[in-house]
């Protein structure tokens, strides 16, 4: 799915909202021989922040996730809201954020950094929050398949996406269980298989060409076969909007920019018992 790729743009505008300066030191006299001490410089890797879970709780969703121990946590919007808390001492960390803003754009995005000690590290993507309590966050990912983040635990086996863009990239993603194997068709053609990760997130590229209209994804989970009719249409923005989303039957769609200005839309879907959605 390389034709999804692409550079940072306003991840730029996330990371410049995230930095703190510190104070000056005042000017003073200064110290004897003896009393200079050598800082203590750490240049250790230092992770990237992730968020692991998300509930709903009444008119929020609480976002959970690991850090750097004490590091300052925070969530930034391309339109400059910004929201920010300490992790503990083991790095776990917590934000309450409101469940939708604006009756309009249920959607809100987000992008994840952690201070620590002035070392400022952006997290992977971008976070959606919808108001929908089995899917109340996605990690949404340029260049390949967006992750379902739910309650801690919950699995979300059900949940599907399908991410496009409008030169035919097309991949699908979503969550099983760890180690499970997963195989994918496009309209008919099975083309691409892999396992889920540790975490069981699965992620597949099926096409780099799909042409706009209507289209057939099957997938092979764990003895099921789900069927997912997609009919891709290429977004587009108005001048100044970043993203939008739209609730269908079954599902989400969410249109947003991706860092260096082109539009990747995702599909976020709900297969019934019987395989459709």
């Known amino acids: 799915m390389k034709s999804l790729c692409l550079t940072l743009r306003w991840a730029i505008t996330l990371?410049?909202?995230?930095?703190?300066?510190?104070?000056?030191?005042?000017c003073g006299p200064a110290p004897k021989a003896q009393e200079i001490k050598a800082?203590?410089?750490d240049f250790g890797y230092l992770q990237a922040p992730v968020l692991t879970?998300?509930?709903?709780?009444?008119?929020?969703?609480?976002?959970?996730?690991?850090?750097?121990?004490?590091?300052?946590?925070?969530?930034?919007?391309p339109y400059g809201q910004a929201l920010g808390t300490t992790a503990s001492d083991t790095g776990d960390w917590s934000i309450e954020v409101p469940a939708a803003l604006n009756p309009a754009e249920p959607l809100q995005m987000y992008g994840l950094s952690q201070d620590r000690d002035g070392r400022q590290v952006q997290a992977e993507g971008y976070i959606a929050v919808l108001p929908d309590p089995l899917t109340p966050a996605v990690l949404l990912r340029a260049g390949t398949g967006a992750r379902p983040i739910g309650p801690r635990g919950s699995g979300l086996a059900a949940v599907i996406i399908a991410d496009f863009d409008d030169v035919g990239g097309l991949a699908v993603s979503g969550q099983a269980a760890a180690g499970q194997e997963i195989k994918a068709a496009l309209d008919g053609v099975w083309g691409a298989q892999g396992r889920a990760d540790r975490d069981g997130h699965f992620s597949l590229a099926l096409s780099g060409a799909t042409r706009p209209g209507a289209h057939q994804v099957s997938l092979q989970i764990g003895g099921r076969t789900l069927i997912l009719p997609l009919d891709i249409q290429p977004a587009r923005l108005a001048a100044g909007r970043l993203f939008k989303s739209t609730q269908l039957q079954g599902g989400w769609r969410i249109d947003w920019t991706t860092p260096s200005g082109g539009v990747q839309s995702s599909l976020i879907m709900v297969p019934s018992p019987q395989g459709q959605v």
């Open 15 to 26: 990371i410049a909202a995230a930095i703190a300066l510190g104070p000056l030191s005042a």
């Open 39 to 41: 800082p203590v410089l």
């Open 53 to 77: 879970s998300a509930r709903m709780a009444g008119a929020m969703v609480v976002l959970s996730g690991r850090s750097a121990n004490a590091a300052r946590v925070r969530l930034s919007s």
